[in-house]
Structures are given as C-alpha cells and as structure tokens.
C-alpha cells in the first residue's frame, strides 16, 4: 500500500489504505509494470540515543519494562489502520547477507513464522514476538533501558524481522527500528558488528524513498556523532534527512546555549530542520510509565524556559510525527506525479489526447525551514549543491577569474614599496636623533592601500582584460542560466518584499504595483508563482482617509501587507511600542516576517490529507492569520497573502523590475544552491531634470559600472538592500535573537536593527556562513531605482553609510575597557574563509569614509604644520598640496578616463560620448566630495561617542519649493559648517595679512588645500541645491 504518512496511534482521518494500496499498485504496474515503491522512515543513530524510545513512542508499541530488549537486529514494522474489531499481526525472518553460503542457517532464519490474532496488540505481544525472534536468531536476551545498558548485549544480526499490523488502533506506518552505531570495539562488540552495523544503516538509508531520522544525543557533540556522516553521504543535499534530538532534559547545565544553536538549525545545518524530545527516564521505564503519560510529561517539559523561546512546531513527538507526515505525503504526491508523467509519455504515443497537469501539493512542505511557503521537490531538478549553475548553453562549471586577485597583489606590492621607501626615511632619521617617536606616522599607512588600489585599478581597466565582463563566473552572471520548465516540476514562490513609509500612494506606490505586477504576469505565464507583500509603516500613522486609500489599493491588486504602530517608545498617549534602529527599514521588516512566521507555524497546526485543496489551504491561511493579529491585541494589522515564499525579490517604493526578472533569477539560484543573494545593478529612474540629480545619476551608474568591472573581474558582489533575491532558507540559517525590551523576551530577527547599514551586516553574516552573493549583470540597467533629489538625501546616505561602517568595525569608546575596540561581527569577517582580495577591497572601500572624514581634519593641521614648520617636518610627511594633486590625477583623471575606456571596450558605447559624460560632471562631484568631510566626520565620531544620530526616509517625490523657504533651511542645517569656513576663511586673510611678519602663512601649498575644502563645504548646500539656484518665490 501507499502510507499517507505517519498519524499519532489515537484515532484521526486517514485514508482508506486497502483502497489506496490497490489504486496505487494499478495505476504503477499498468504504466511501469512494476510495484510501486513505498515511503518508509528509518530510525538510526548512535548506541544510548534514545532511538529505541522514539520508534516506540512514533508506534505506540511500548513493552513492559522486564520484557524490553536491546536493539540487535532490524526490526521492520508495517502498522494498516483496518475497521473492524480484530487486531492481526504476521511476522517473519529474513535472512541477512552475511549469511551467504550457510544454507542450513538461512533455511533454519527463514522458518521463523509468528502470528497474533484478538481484539488488541499490545507491547507485550510486541516483545514476545522480538524475544522470539531473538532466540531463533541464537542472540541472547539481555534487558535495556532505553538503549542505556548496550554494553551487556552480545553480537548483532543483519537478519531483518518483518512485522505486518493489522488493526483498528493502528494508522498506517512503515517505519525501521536499528541497531546503533557503534565507534568502537569492546569485549561484546567485535570489528565484524561495527561493520554488520554500518552496512545495514547504508544500504537501508540509501533508498530514495526513505525518510532518515537522524537522532542525536543532545548530552554529546554533533561532531561525535556519526549518524550524520552517513546521512550526508547518501542525502548530500538533506532532502530525505529530519534531525531528532534527544535527552534535552538530561545536558548539563551551561549547555543549553549549544543545545538551541541546534535546535534553530545554525550547528549542524539540515535543510528540514530538527525536532526537540524527550524520552522517558529510567526511572520512568522502570515505573512502567505509559506512551499517553510520557507525551504529557514532554509537552510539560518544554513549555519552561529556556524551550518555551523555541517554535512549538518543533517541540514534541507530536510535532515529529506531523513532520514525518508532511515529507512521507510529498513523496507520495511526487510517484504520483512521476505516474501521471509515466501516462502523458505513453498516451503521446497512443492516444491523441492530453492529460491533466499533475497535481499540486496538498500541503506546504514543512520540511522547508519554517515560514516557507509554496515549496517545491527540488530532487526533481537533478540539482546538487556543489555543482555550479550553467550558462545558457554548453554546460560548463564556472571558474574563478583571478583578475582581482591579481589586482590586489600589485596594489600590495605598491604599498609595501611606499611603506618600504617611507621606512628607509624613518630609520635614516632615527639614527641620526634616536627619536623613536616618528614611528608614529607609520599609522597612516593603511590610507595608502584605497588610492593604490584605484591607480592600480584604472590601469587594469584601460590596459587589462574586459572579455570577463561578457562571461559567466563564480560571483558574476553576464548572461541568463538556462531556465527551469514547468514540466521538470513546479516553480519555486517569489514573495516581492517591499518597505514603504509615507510616500505618495498614486506618484510612488502605485507605479513600483504595477510594474512588478507585470513580472509577475509573466513568471505565472511560464509556471511559477509570486506575491507581493508590502511592509507599510506609515498606514498606521496617515490620516484615516489616505490610509484608507492604501487599504483598498492593496485589496484590489492582491497585495498583501502589514503595518505596526507609530514609534512611541515612552507610551505618551498612545500604546507604547518602539520602532527600534536609527534607520527604520530594518525593524519594520522584522516585524513583518515576525507576523509571517506566526502564521506558518499555526498553519503547520493544521492536519491535511491528499484531498486538501487550494481552498482548504487558502481558508485556513486567513483563519490562522486572523489568530495570529487577535493574539497580538491589534498591534499588527495585516491583510491579503503575507507568506513568504522560497525566494524574496526585495526592493524599494520607487522601483522598476524588468518583465522577465524572475525566471532567470529563480533559474539562476535554483542552479546554484549556494548563492544566497543575487544582486542585481540598477539603473536612474529620473524624477526631475535637475542638474543635481543629473550629477547622481551619472555618480551611481559610474558606482555601478565599477561594480561589474570588480565583481566580473573575481571580487565578491557587494548587497545594496534593494533590487535582490534574497534565498530564504539563508536568511533564516543566520537569523539571531534579541531582545526589544531589557525585560522583554527573546524574538528571532533577521536584519540587524542595531545597524544603520543592515544590508553590509547582513552581507557579512551570510558570507562568513559561506554562502555566496553574486551579480547579475543580464538585465541591465532594467532594474531602476530613484536617486536622491535633494543635496540633504544624497548627505544623509553618506552619513549614514559612515556610521553604518564604523558600527560594524568598532565599539563605542565607552565599551572599549569591557568588549574591546573591535566588534565580533568584523573579527569574524577577518578570520573567515573569503577570498583575500575581497577582504582587501571591502577594507578599502571602509577605510574611504575614514579617509573622508579625516580630510578636513588633516587639511587644517597641514595649513599650520606647512605654514609654520615647511623644511622642518619629517620627510615621511606628505603635505596636502600633494595629496590633492594626487587625488586629482588618479580620481579625476586616470578614474575617470578608465571609466569611460570599460565603457567602450566592454559595453561597446561611444568613446567621445563617454569622456565628456565622465568629465563634464568633474566640478559638481569635487565640491560635493570635498565638502562631505565634516559631515562624515560626525557620523563616525557620533558612533564612537555614543551620540545619538537618526535618518528618515529618503523623499520619493519633487517637493514644492523656493528659495525663501530653502535659505532657512540651510541655515538651521548646516549653521556648523558655515561658523567653520567664515572661521577658516578669516584665519587664512589673517595669516596673509595680520599675523606677524614670522608668523604669515602665505605659501600656496598651505592655502590651496584648506581654500578647497572651505570653498566646498560653504558652496555645497548652495551651488548643489537646484531650488536655491532658481532664485524663484
């Protein structure tokens, strides 16, 4: 027959099994004239694991105390739910392979015949019928507490005992209890019995149809621990393997933090996560406690801290037998569509007619880590992790481009040459005055690394390699994978993510609908599915007529939202509820995904049978959401589909997405199983004519086309926070717990709120987890994001970029003394397994906002030290008029003629063209850059000082101005920086004029550089604000 799955021994629904074995074994033998093969679950694990227990508790054959027996052979049982009021129960031998050759023993084994006829089968017929089995085996019979006195038993058997139930209290089941591993010898376990041991674990968990219940100890390591070894070896991608972890109530105490790191599937990962039991005690055992009171001792059990944190759909042997259900009914369904496949290929040949799609799922596979919905058989695709995707084509492995790698090595050489010649200097010098102390100045060298890398950088782009650029690799994807069909199984859920706060219904929101609506036309046309769920966190806090407005908006196009409470974390008014992070969008996805989860994990409550439909499914979705927000008090409100589903596309208010984004990103990364972000590069979606975001624009495609050169040359893509797809079972491996409240519980979340650059945290996290973020270069600029419109966004994202880096090197001062100066975030990212060059170019890429930050800094002490002590500084000292003079030629000389040359040789575009577009927005980016140092610099210092600093949302939409009510706002906002250049500009007339004649600082390499940055931060808020520049009232 064809098991539906495991159900508890107490009566529920099921299906008819005679009807079904008959239905099942027709439709296989007429398409494949063979017997179809049936789902089986197989306990394995280490001796004293509590496996036996588990195989009890799952059939509710549970022996007296005094009749319990080690386990030394394989016992297989096959429990049929059957009406009526008899209970019939047939067993027999099977002789193992290693009794190959003695006949007279394999016809003695192969005599054994047992049988039960009454109105009940208990676990004591159950151990008659194993110590029966036992003798005839010629093993001896020695009692065991829960696999605890394995030591006195004797040598094992590969013989297999069958055991066929019959019965009205029996539901159906076919599930194998074995011997345990074994790791060494001892004076009653031979060599030859950790081999007999080892072979009958493999060969039985080899077989595809076999669900492997690993079980693990929770009082020992995972790593000594050879269940899981094995299970790798035969379920590498751990389709077919659920973890079951035992004598939670026995670890030590301390141990309880190892023991929910693998409880939360982040130890020993497995793609359907693992169950929390607990088995009965020996003294239990010895009480004769029954199955009913064991399972209510468990649930007790795990309703105490610290399991009550944990999801209850993984507490509990009840929860285990749900699972088990789900992953024995998606094989099922799976032969069934192999079935239907089997007729469509027959009925081509003989019959000119078409039969019907195979069915979908009745349920969501739980074996998907939880708060995935829509799952799909990925065994069907034949992909294996470990393989890479393919190009559209040829099927090739993508190789690894070293062009970086080299990049980087010259950029080492170089520096290492400077700090070479600068350290001839010093030790020249310290010999001749022992003055130790100008060893100091070696501090700045790591300022040197940003610029050689980038001289280095335009020479490889106007002399090195471009053809890379059209290929596939590692990290880099010029052309699409070859796209999945829907007749190799059902296409993976893509949930569009979308974070909203106050923007414009009809001018922001409706547009970025409609656009990825027409995405998701097009993925539904090939097969797949997709929703869209909007993380809206100005619904609560618009007036009741606009967020009316959203609310029937999102009914009408099908878009799924939630919405939490306005920030008012002291309770003023109003409930208190607290929107934690500087920056918002963090928490206010959190809390979106908190409310999903919620629902997934009632709705794994839910019992389903192969009859459930899309309807069933869709009802009880919205009754478990209703649940969910009734739980919360009304703090959550939510509406339409919010399930998230295998991939999540996240993306921003005001974006654009290309038609056909989604099966080539879906293709890509089901290709590629250990890709966790595909990014994609985006393109201008212009708002205004302005000059100004004509300047950004040009400034974020010249930040793209780096990135492609980079990524495309071997560097590791980096994650902007939008235009993504994001893998949600990697998200979930490197989620943590947090609390809100200083006395509030632990909640799981997934991007960092204590971080203003939560898209770099959560790069970091998953890179040093090993998974890969790649870019896709195949779309193009399609992808399109707004820039900023106003001189105060584009300021705030530097800023913020600022503090978001030094949030994740450093501590805050005032944490020094306790957790030291660097966070564990960037000690792990230093120690981890990526590539060096990439940790180069990330650190680089850093170490520009220090640099910045520095610059006006450096730049007044240079007016001094030139213009009082030229000719006495020490040689190692390089005075800012060079350094400009360097920055100049290698940013907006050599960078920009190397940016227009990758243009023309690697994306074939106009050469002419290209070099006035680089050069013809050179004055624009040298006031704007020049006069973002004070302002960085107070974001780094705000972090270290611990001074708070926030940022809201960037505006979507061209505000109506002038310039009488722009001039007070620059005054307020930049007053700072105004007292520090008329402060500059007065010292530096002064120091021309009105110092003492010894005292004048009246060189030009000690004006020039300081005149620069007071020009730039004076003129930056004025020449760069178009509304200013109208003169308009």
Known sequence: MVERGLQSYAQQPSLDSGR??????????????QPLTISRIVIVGDQTSGKTSIFEALTGLSPPNTQRTSTRFVTHVRLHHCPGEKTSAHAYLIPGKSLAGNEAVIEHIASFKASHEGPKFTGLDFARILEYASDHLGLSKHPAEDDESVDTEEHVSDSTLH?????????????????????????????????IVRSIITELISHPQTIILAVADATNSISNQEVFELARGVDPEGLRTLGVLTKCDAIQPGDEKRVMMIALNKLEYLPHGWVLVKNR?????????????????????FTKPPWSSLSQSRLGIDCLRGL?????????????????ETFHDLSEVAYPRQLTEPAPAPTTERG??????????????????????????????????????CTVMLTTCVVMTLLGLGGRQLAQEIAIDHDWSRLALLVTAPLQVFVSLSLINSIVQLLGPVNQMKKNSRFFSAVPTKRLERRNGPLPHVTVQCPVYKEGLEAVIVPTVKSVQIAIAHYESLGGTASIVVNDDGMQILPPNEAQERREFYEKHNVGWIARPKHNPDGEGLARFNRRGKFKKASNMNFGLAISIKVEEKLLEVERDLLWTYRDEEKAYYECLKQVLEEGKGVAWAAGNIRIGDYILLIDSDTRVPVECM??????MEGSQNVAILQFPSGVMNVTTSFFENGITFFTNLIYTAIRYAVSAGDVSPFVGHNAFLRWQAVQEISFFEKDEEDGPLIEKFWSESHVSEDFDISLRLQTQGW??????YCGGDFKEGVSLTVYDELSRWEKYAYGCNELLFHPIKYWPIRGPLTPLFKKFITSNMPVG?????????GTYYAIGYAWIGTVLNYFLMGWMNGFLDHFYMDSWRVWVALIVVFSGLGNLALAMVRYRGEGKDLLGELWTCFRWVPLLFVFLGGISIHVSQALLCHMFSIDMSWGATAKEVEDTSFYIELPLIIKRFKGTFCFTIIMTTIMICGVYVFPPLWRINTLIAIFPLACIVFSHFFLPILLNPALMKFTW
């Open 20 to 33: 079904a074995q008959d239905i099942f074994d027709r439709l296989s033998k007429l398409a494949t004239q």
């Open 163 to 195: 055991v066929n139930i019959t019965g009205p209290d029996f539901h159906n089941l076919n599930i194998f209890d074995l011997p345990g591993l074994m790791h060494s010898t001892t004076r009653y376990h031979e060599q030859e019995d950790v081999a």
């Open 281 to 301: 005690s020996t003294k239990q055992l010895q009480q004769d406690v029954s199955i009913h009171q064991r399972d209510k001792d468990e649930r007790d059990f």
């Open 324 to 340: 088990i259900n789900d992953l024995v009914g998606n094989m099922v369904h799976q032969e069934y569509n192999n079935l239907l």
């Open 368 to 405: 998907e880590k939880r708060g995935s919905q829509f799952a799909h058989d990925k065994s069907t695709r034949g992909i294996t992790e470990g393989i890479e995707d393919l190009e559209a084509g040829p099927s090739t492995k993508r190789p690894r481009v070293l062009i970086n790698a």
């Open 663 to 668: 099966i080539d990103a879906v293709s890509e």
């Open 772 to 777: 890969l973020i790649r870019l896709g270069g």
């Open 838 to 846: 990439s940790k180069v170019t990330i650190m680089s890429y850093i």
